[in-house]
């Protein structure tokens, strides 16, 4: 699936009991962030969070955890991309781009 994802409803079974995206330090960026670089509103980005298990928050108080490279593949509808990232496979082709193209390091 490569189109840009409009409508997350129907893409519910894509992460159904998927491993969450492993994050280093580098790579996280806030809700506020997100929704600036997206462009989606805050509730559309939450729904992604869930969908895609590209975000942590320890506690329902915390600060929402966003693994900016997961959110880029969302955003371009690169879902095939998640799985080498969620497996911690930083240099496959597809997650290198990402990281590429955000001028973040591996």
Do not use: Y
Not at 8 to 17: C, I, N, Q, R
Not at 64 to 84: K, R, T, W, Y
Request: glycine share 6%.
């Amino acid at each position: 699936m490569n189109a840009p994802i409009e409508n997350s409803e129907s893409l519910s079974e894509v992460a159904t009991g998927a491993w969450p995206v492993l994050m280093q330090r580098s790579d996280i960026i806030t809700l506020k962030e997100a929704v600036h670089r997206t462009g989606k509103t805050d509730r559309t980005l939450r729904t992604w969070f869930k969908l895609f298990g590209i975000s942590w928050q320890t506690n329902s108080g915390a600060p929402i955890e966003i693994s900016a490279p997961a959110l880029e593949m969302v955003m371009h509808g690169d879902l095939e991309a998640l799985e080498p990232l969620r497996s911690g496979n930083w240099h496959d082709p597809r997650v290198r781009r990402f990281f590429d193209h955000l001028g973040l390091s591996a």
